[in-house]
C-alpha cells in the first residue's frame, strides 16, 4: 500500500533514520502509480510507464535523507531534475538544497547558478545570498562574499546563521574585530550554536 510505505518512510526520517527511509522512497518512487493490477493496466499507462516519480514531494524527502547519508553525487543527481522543466524552474526549495549539495561537492558553477536562482525565487529567505557568498568566498572573493552576507545580514537581521557567516568572512579577511562582533551576534542570537563559540574562542585568542 503506498498510503502506508509512505507514511513509513515519513516516520523513519522523523527517527532519523535516513538509510530505511530512502530505501522505501526509492521503492516507492520506482512503483507503478495507483493500485491497479498490473494484468488489468491499459495500454496506455504501460507504454508511458507512469511512474510515482512525478511525487515531487517524495523526491524531495528522498534527496534530504541522501544529504544526510552523506551521498551528495546521488542528490545532486535528484535535484538537477527537480530544478528541470517548468514547475522546477520555479521550486525554490529544489534550487536550494542543489546549491547546498553543490557545495559539499566544491561545483562553484552550479552553486552560484543556484544561488542566484534561489534569491530570485525566494528573495523572502536567507539561503539564496547565503549561497552566493559562500560561493564567493569559496572561489576566492572575499570582498564580494562579504558583500553578500552583508546584504543577506541586512535583509535577515535576527538571522544567527548569517552572522556567523559574516563571521568567517572576516575572519578570514584577518579582520579580527569585526569578526568577533558577528560571531557574538551569532550566539546571542543561538546561544547553543557550537561552531559560532568555537569560531569566536579561536579569533578572541588568535594573536
Same mark, same amino acid.
Given at each position: 500500500d503506498d498510503a502506508l510505505a509512505e507514511g513509513l518512510a515519513l516516520a523513519w526520517i522523523a527517527c532519523e533514520r535516513y538509510a530505511? =527511509? $530512502?530505501? +522505501?522512497?526509492? &521503492?516507492?518512487? %520506482? &512503483?507503478? &502509480? @495507483?493500485s491497479t493490477p498490473p494484468g488489468v493496466r491499459t495500454t496506455a499507462q504501460r507504454e508511458a510507464g507512469e511512474r510515482v516519480q512525478s511525487r515531487r514531494d517524495l523526491e524531495h524527502l528522498r534527496a534530504r535523507c541522501l544529504i544526510a547519508l552523506n551521498r551528495p553525487a546521488e542528490a545532486r543527481t535528484l535535484l538537477l531534475g527537480l530544478t528541470s522543466g517548468a $514547475? @522546477? =524552474?520555479? %521550486?525554490a526549495s529544489a534550487w536550494i538544497a542543489l546549491g547546498q549539495v553543490a557545495h559539499t561537492?566544491? %561545483? /562553484?558553477? &552550479? /552553486?552560484?547558478? =543556484?544561488a542566484n536562482r534561489a534569491i530570485a525565487l525566494a528573495p523572502d529567505r536567507p539561503e539564496g545570498r547565503m549561497l552566493l557568498a559562500a560561493q564567493r568566498m569559496e572561489s576566492g572573493d572575499l570582498p564580494g562574499a562579504l558583500q553578500a552576507a552583508r546584504e543577506a545580514a541586512a535583509?535577515?537581521?535576527? %538571522? +544567527? @546563521?548569517v552572522r556567523l557567516l559574516c563571521g568567517v568572512i572576516l575572519s578570514e579577511m584577518k579582520r579580527k574585530d569585526e569578526a568577533a562582533q558577528e560571531l557574538s551576534s551569532a550566539l546571542a542570537l543561538d546561544p547553543k550554536n557550537r561552531r559560532a563559540a568555537a569560531m569566536l574562542a579561536a579569533v578572541e585568542s588568535a594573536d
Open positions: 530505511e =527511509a $530512502e530505501l +522505501a522512497l526509492s &521503492r516507492l518512487l %520506482d &512503483r507503478p &502509480r @495507483g $514547475e @522546477g =524552474a520555479a %521550486d561537492l566544491k %561545483d /562553484m558553477q &552550479r /552553486m552560484r547558478i =543556484a535583509r535577515f537581521p535576527e %538571522d +544567527a @546563521g
